[in-house]
């Protein structure tokens, strides 16, 4: 075991609580939904950018490369001020989404270079401007470009001529739970000398305005280098900030006076240091040095290609004190106390008196470069132990900054929805049109833990199918985040008492993929074949709560009783011809090839679960046999049996279908990938694991006799497969096939990257259709999305998506778990080249993976979307992991840092790495 792993350990069973600090300080709070107290639900222009500087949060922080711990009671983060921008660089600068022309997109150049999971060594890169930075030429620019052009960037502006920026390294190193050093290097890329002020912030969040509680914790000067907090729970810590120039000081409230022109209550206020940089306002700090928000000032002139460091050290002081039951056992911010624990001798007499901190005053820096030495040994060292044996440099380098990324965006989420309807006892009353607006009926939800995030900036907010696929490549390091993730969502003050589970803050009631029980399931994998052991009470938490929600979607989404699921947009925004959320005036209705085949595989991962419990307790038979016929009647109902279903015989395709109230059905014929989702439905069983359940057994014998025909469409029982297994598809044979072909022509679905979302066959055929005297257009359109719907900020009618590539990917792994290698396919179709269904998954999942690799000219596919945002001379090792990829180029799109679902790259790496079938790109 080595040292990560063993933090690791540590902090699971709760002997040091590593994560009481780590990165979840969100980099964007303002316009979001917790935030917004509007009569509209007008979230993006209740509290913008502008106002950012000057308003106190209601319901958390943000800032530039922040930590805290993990109620974010106390926060640190950096500013940064050329000398030439109007404000400080507090915050992470972007369009909200009715700005974009593509929704909102942040528009600042940076990285997540490195992370462990325990958070003991993280590392990043900003990249910022030595100009004035071009707020409006960005926001105008933006403003003035159709949805059929792409989005202008920082990169496009005159900003980062000549090089004329500083990269600005940030790293944090902890010696203990709560001793936190902090290191920023600026390095001058440009020509010219460049003036840089650093102004590492720390602050308290503002947790007294609101009249709950009104407890006031205090930040004061020590020395003129040393920042004291004070906390009720946290108890105190110091912020010790090597050689700083002058420590500044003022109040985490709200400048009511520049927001509202109403006087404020107090003279100094959340933007005061801010004034007193940059306008040189010095009577806006307080000259007490005692506040809520308070900062260290540095002010360096760089030589060009030259760099100056700060160093500064985060450390409690009171380890005995009141917030003791927050404090890892044992732990010591200075070492000193372990010393006395462990019966070692102090180094002299004056530490043998010394109280809690006094060393650390005098030596702050002593072990400084030691222990960054040591942590970033210990992350490379953990790396290289994930890592699977004789994978490449360039390999490991992406897979490593994907699960960076993917550390980086956990963030703590406080939302609690009644006390938001209600509105606080300190504030005005909010307007009494919310009880009937955004999220009135999730009165019960109770968010306050920290989250995996989609995107750090542009997805600030935990969305439950997302998180599903975080957890995987999260289970690759740290399976117990990654189960307590799970463990969250399905809660009682998370899921909704009907059963549903909670989509997102923008309408908790939207209806993502049912996928929790699918990653919960990959989790428990992952872990036994980590550990040797799964962890078997989770599973069965898990099962539990799952089974309110395979109710809830059986209830509320098989509106006619007939096994055919709506739900709609199930998270592929623009999917459809139209906006599959809308309801139709006439009654009518779509019944959906991706909500029945997400039923169909919702289906099977219980009735795998329910087998594996079933394995120690019985009584779990009679359950997995529900399952096993709950997902013979969707088969039917699918495959035409007794009826219209969604399958297409002319196409030979799945297809949505429109039904009217007057029993009419009308199918959708675009070829998306909604209608290769019925291959995700599959499930191999061993039969000698059938054997040890004869329960489960006798039902499905049973079934085999007296419903041969529903049997038939999903399984051959007596004929096993490779290693005796057994079958249960919603599609195989002929279906399956025909979808195969379709999916691997070069000419539909099959990029050099993935899986396209909609078919190249659209480009040239648009899918038309005219719907109460307007007509709906669907066209391949590889890049941005050139509609409005859900926003318009991400597109599903072409680009290559990771989650559906992902789940692909294992469907042909579990048919060929059955089909064995006697089964193969033409791939690409046309090409003359057949394959077994593996070597179909190893060929998409290197598809995938090239997006980041090199090629014979030195490119990388995932740069061609953000040409010069990279600096060739020194980001050749630095990758970002964008939301969706171009279906035609594999250039990056959406979010760049949605290293949420996209790093399963990370997964795909370890698994190709461990088969031996990574392929370097031509």
């Known amino acids: 075991m080595n040292a990560e792993q063993a933090r690791i350990e540590e902090n699971d069973s709760r002997k040091q609580r590593w994560h009481l600090w780590g990165p979840y300080l969100s980099d964007r709070q303002w316009g979001t939904v917790r935030e917004d107290y509007s009569a509209n639900g007008d979230a993006w222009n209740y509290l913008t950018h502008e106002q950012a500087r000057s308003r106190a949060y209601r319901w ?7 930590i805290s711990d993990y109620k974010q009671r106390l926060c640190f983060a950096w500013a940064f001020w050329n000398g030439q921008d109007p404000i400080l660089k507090e915050r992470l600068f972007g369009l909200t989404g009715p700005q974009g022309n593509h929704g909102e997109d942040v528009k600042e150049l940076y990285w997540y270079i490195d992370n462990t999971p325990s958070h003991s060594y993280m590392r990043m890169l900003y990249r910022y401007p030595q100009t004035r930075f071009p707020y409006e030429e960005l926001v105008s620019s933006n403003a003035a470009r159709s949805r059929t052009e792409p989005e202008f960037e920082l990169w496009q502006t005159n900003a980062l001529a000549e090089n004329r920026y500083f990269d600005i390294e940030i790293t944090y190193a902890k010696k203990t739970p709560e001793d936190i050093l902090i290191r920023a290097i600026a390095t001058n890329r440009g020509p010219k000398p460049a003036t840089l002020h650093f102004l590492p912030t720390m602050w308290f969040r503002n947790t007294w305005s609101w009249g709950r509680d009104p407890r006031k914790p205090s930040l004061r000067e020590v020395t003129p280098a040393i920042i004291e907090a004070s906390h009720d729970v946290l108890g105190r810590y110091e912020l010790h900030c090597e050689n700083a120039d ?22 100094f206020v959340k933007d005061s240091i801010n004034d007193a940089v940059t306008q040189n306002k010095r009577d806006l700090v307080n000259p007490n040095k005692v506040a809520t928000k308070a900062a260290a000032h540095y002010r360096f002139t760089i030589p060009a290609n030259e760099s100056r460091t700060v160093r500064l050290r985060l450390a409690r002081i009171d380890p005995g004190s009141a917030g003791a039951s927050c404090a890892p056992v044992g732990a010591s911010p200075t070492g000193f106390r372990d010393k006395k624990a462990r019966g070692e001798a102090p180094r002299t007499a004056r530490e043998a008196r010394a109280l809690p901190g006094e060393e650390l005053r005098s030596d702050a820096f002593a072990d400084f470069d030691e222990i960054f030495s040591a942590r970033k040994a210990e992350a490379n060292e953990f790396y290289d132990t994930i890592a699977p044996i004789n994978l490449g440099s360039e390999y490991k380098a992406i897979q490593r900054q994907a699960l960076a990324g993917l550390l980086w965006t956990k963030q703590f989420y406080y939302y609690i929805v009644e006390e938001w309807l209600e509105g606080d006892p ?27 995030m989609p995107d750090s900036w542009e997805f600030p907010w935990y969305a439950s199918w997302d998180l599903a696929f975080h957890c995987i490549p999260l289970a690759l390091i740290d399976s117990h985040f990654a189960k307590g993730q799970l463990d969250t969502v399905v809660r009682e003050w998370y899921q909704h008492p009907n059963g549903q589970i909670p989509a997102y803050e923008w309408n908790f009631s939207d209806v993502n993929p049912p996928v929790l029980a699918w990653a919960a399931w990959r989790v428990f994998q992952i872990e036994r074949k980590q550990s040797g052991k799964g962890d078997r009470a989770f599973l069965e938490t898990i099962f539990h709560k799952l089974l309110l929600t395979f109710t809830w979607w059986v209830n509320r989404k098989d509106s006619e009783g007939n096994n055919i699921f709506q739900g709609g947009f199930l998270g592929l925004d623009n999917i459809g011809v139209f906006n599959r959320n809308e309801s139709f005036p006439d009654g009518s209705h779509l019944e959906q090839s991706d909500g029945t085949s997400w039923m169909g595989m919702f289906s099977l991962n219980l009735m795998r679960i329910a087998i594996e419990l079933a394995r120690e307790n019985h009584v779990y038979e009679n359950i997995a046999t529900k399952f096993f016929e709950h997902f013979l009647g969707i088969a039917a109902a699918m495959n035409n049996l007794g009826g219209f279903g969604l399958w297409d015989e002319e196409d030979e395709f799945y297809y949505d279908v429109l039904r009217t109230p007057g029993g009419r059905y009308f199918p959708l014929k675009v070829r998306s990938i909604v209608g290769l989702m019925p291959l995700l439905a599959v499930e191999t069983i061993q039969w000698q694991l059938i054997d040890q359940l004869p329960g489960f057994k006798s039902r499905l014998e049973w079934y085999l006799a007296h419903r041969p025909q529903q049997a038939s469409l999903v399984s051959r029982w007596q004929e096993p497969g490779m290693h005796e297994t057994r079958l249960v598809a919603l599609t195989r044979g002929h279906r399956m096939k025909c979808l195969l072909r379709r999916m691997l022509d070069p000419d539909e679905f099959l990029s050099d990257y993935g899986i396209r979302s909609v078919s190249k066959y659209h480009r040239d055929h648009p899918y038309r259709l005219t719907v109460r005297g307007e007509e709906k257009i669907v066209n391949y359109e590889p890049a941005e999305s050139q509609t409005g719907i859900f926003g318009g900020n991400s597109n599903w009618r072409g680009p290559v998506w990771f989650p559906i590539n992902y789940l692909l990917i294992e469907s042909l792994q579990q048919f060929h778990h059955y089909y064995g290698d006697d089964f193969k396919v033409e791939c690409p179709t046309g090409s003359g080249r057949y394959l077994t269904l593996k070597e179909v998954a190893d060929e998409l999942s290197n598809r995938l993976i090239k997006l980041w690799l090199r090629n014979q000219k030195g490119e990388r596919p995932f740069l061609r979307a953000s040409a010069g945002a990279f600096n060739s001379q020194t980001d050749s090792k630095l990758y970002w992991f964008h939301e969706y990829f171009n279906g035609d180029n594999g250039g990056g799109l959406g979010a760049s840092h949605q290293t949420g679902w996209t790093a399963l790259v990370a997964k795909l790496i370890q698994q190709q790495g461990e088969f031996g079938t990574l392929r370097q790109p031509r």
């Open 60 to 66: 958390g922080e943000d800032g530039l490369a922040g």
């Open 246 to 267: 002058e420590l500044l000081f003022t109040e985490n409230e709200s400048n009511l006076e520049r927001l509202w022109g109403a006087p404020n209550r107090y003279p």
């Open 426 to 452: 300190g504030q005005p009353a909010p307007p009494d049109s919310r009880w009937n607006g955004r999220n009135f009926d999730w009165q019960h939800l109770y968010n306050e833990r920290v989250m995996s």
